[in-house]
């Protein structure tokens, strides 16, 4: 069969999500809330049918009655999982109606056995009419059901289209991540060298300094979270390796206050910030060169600021190894969606770039 739309559900759809969310690892509440919905069901049926049969022959008409009704329902449910939502519908719909004439007969056939004439509400005496209610009430949970496997059908797609974005995103960050650990070390690795080639009695502390900071960029920039301390003390110790690359004193800052001490955020997300300002830093030219570093986190949202002054003349050390900010817009729009501001000022005499997070 051809030119059948599917019917769509958002709103079914929307409470399959929260449902599945809330079920999702305890089947048992599953399958707990599907019982006592059968259960609220069958209460139902006894307390009409019980003003007019004795309570006994209530019981005899309701179970049956519920059983049919489960057995229309979860076997359709199969149906619709294998055949409708794959559009086999010429199958789905030769098994469907074959339940639905079975199950409609059996139904009319039992409560035909406990017909009470004070029941006036029903047929009386009348095996087709009988039938014609049991039809209708079967064709609407059919329907319910349908309802219930194309909500939930769709909310699994999504899910799995949601788990593949995730796992397609989360590759895409390793691979930024990854792209700043090589360019870290080429940087740092040119520092020492150039050390040890004119001070050398400060290339061992030097290289501890770097087995810390590798050790970080290694190990803790895998993590998912890091807490804002140890991402400020990894920028201490990068300031430090580049002052004691220097024979005469730097005008290098770094101010922060007090912040909160469960403060997190993507690892190595202010340490390339920082690289970034002093590469663009005319520290070997102007005796009057310098860096600015503020930091500021509270409860809600973290602000970090770079400037340093610059050389436009000396702007060809872009083109060595750089990652740079393009790396830290792409980690940006995959960890803080919505939640981030980047601004970057390139001036005549001075290059800053500010950022701010809010805490999620």
């Not at 599945?20 to 259960?39: A, D, F």
């Not at 199969?78 to 409708?84: I, K, S, T």
């Not at 070997?284 to 340093?308: C, K, M, S, W, Y």
Request: charged share 20%.
């Amino acid at each position: 069969m051809t030119g059948i739309t599917v019917f769509k559900c958002p709103d079914g759809r929307r409470a399959y999500r929260l449902y599945s969310s809330l079920m999702e690892g305890r089947p048992y509440l599953h399958w707990g809330v599907h019982l006592g919905i059968w259960l609220f069901g069958g209460l139902g049926f006894s307390l009409v049918f019980i003003r007019f049969l004795p309570i006994e022959l209530s019981i005899l008409r309701t179970l049956p009655n519920l059983a049919l009704l489960a057995v229309l329902f979860y076997g359709n449910n199969w149906l619709v999982r294998h055949f409708f939502i794959p559009k086999n519908y010429v199958v789905y719909f030769s098994w469907a109606a074959l339940l639905l004439v079975v199950v409609t007969l059996v139904r009319a056939k039992v409560n035909f056995q406990y017909i009470d004439y004070r029941m006036d509400f029903l047929p009386q005496n009348n095996l087709r009419g009988l039938q014609s209610a049991a039809l209708i009430s079967n064709l609407g949970l059919m329907f319910v059901g349908i309802i219930y496997e194309l909500s939930r059908h769709r909310a699994e797609v999504e899910k799995k289209a949601l788990a593949a974005l995730a796992k397609q995103q989360e590759a895409q960050l390793q691979y930024l991540r990854a792209q700043i650990n090589p360019h870290f070390l080429f940087n740092t690795l040119n520092n020492i060298y150039s050390l040890a080639t004119v001070r050398s009695e400060q290339t061992a502390p030097m290289v501890l300094q770097l087995s810390e900071l590798l050790r970080y960029v290694t190990y803790e920039s895998q993590l998912d979270r890091v807490s804002l301390t140890s991402e400020v003390r990894q920028i201490e110790r990068f300031i430090e390796l580049f002052r004691m690359r220097s024979e005469t004193p730097l005008d290098i800052r770094l101010q922060y206050p007090a912040f909160p001490t469960d403060f997190t955020i993507e690892p190595m997300m202010l340490i390339p910030l920082v690289e970034n300002c002093f590469k663009h830093c005319d520290f070997d030219t102007n005796d009057d060169a310098f860096v600015r570093i503020e930091l500021e986190a509270d409860d809600q949202r973290l602000r970090f600021l770079t400037v340093n002054s610059k050389n436009d003349q000396l702007q060809q050390k872009d083109k060595v190894g750089g990652v740079g900010l393009e790396n830290i817009r792409q980690r940006l729009a995959l960890k803080y969606p919505q939640r981030h501001s980047l601004r970057v000022e390139n001036q005549d005499r001075t290059f800053s770039v500010e950022m701010q997070l809010q805490r999620s």
